[in-house]
T-cell receptor
């Protein structure tokens, strides 16, 4: 079972920041939070991951709360090409390294 | 870097036929994952390998499904016999290590009639 909860869908105006929340209240201390997105019927694409500290790369920023029970993916200036399903994943802590995908958030960027 | 390569891109077959899906991971990657995606069930992990050895196949739905990784550059997922409910998009993904992010291929869309 997926260990994360995400809103089913969100809209964002083009050029504005898109903030995608994720709850992972049962996360363990050694589990990373990963974000992927899937555009149309392509394979999922890795975006970013983090453990405790906030992370930033060329695609997005990841903000993790101090208690690690939730996180937010930020796309600073959303474009139409960012329309996709975004998945937040907490990797299995048992050492099996399973990536269990939930239902994700369908982000629609509006012109 | 050519990325993860899957073949064929599309496969249409009749119920009862054998289907073989193929995957070439990114060179140097040690871990390989097979996923299945349907509208009803989303992305499901079927099986994954580390250093060519199957680590967890608990997601393989039935004995009709089998997967092999004879070497570091090739893996197959076989369905024998196929059934209409096997219709889905099958994705292969690889990573440098088990804990590294996954890189997905573009998938094989399987239709069983």
């Amino acid at each position: 079972d997926a260990k994360t909860t995400q809103p089913t869908s969100m809209d964002c105006a083009e050029g504005r920041a898109a903030n995608l929340p994720c709850n992972h209240s049962t996360i363990s201390g050694n589990e990373y939070v990963y974000w992927y997105r899937q555009i149309h019927s392509q394979g999922p694409q890795y975006i970013i991951h983090g453990l405790k500290n906030n992370e930033t790369n060329e695609m997005a920023s990841l903000i993790i709360t101090e208690d690690r029970k939730s996180s937010t993916l930020i796309l600073p200036h959303a474009t139409l090409r960012d329309t996709a399903v975004y998945y937040c994943i907490v990797r299995d802590a048992s050492g099996t390294y399973k990536y269990i995908f939930g239902t994700g958030t369908r982000l629609k960027v509006l012109a | 870097d050519a990325g993860v390569i899957q073949s064929p891109r599309h496969e249409v077959t009749e119920m009862g036929q054998e289907v073989t899906l193929r995957c070439k991971p990114i060179s140097g990657h040690n871990s390989l994952f097979w996923y299945r995606q349907t509208m009803m069930r989303g992305l499901e992990l079927l099986i994954y390998f580390n250093n060519n050895v199957p680590i967890d196949d608990s997601g393989m739905p039935e004995d009709r499904f089998s997967a092999k990784m004879p070497n570091a550059s090739f893996s197959t997922l076989k369905i024998q016999p196929s059934e209409p409910r096997d219709s889905a998009v099958y994705f292969c993904a690889s990573s440098g290590r088990l804990e590294s992010p996954l890189h997905f291929g573009n998938g094989t869309r399987l239709t069983v009639t």
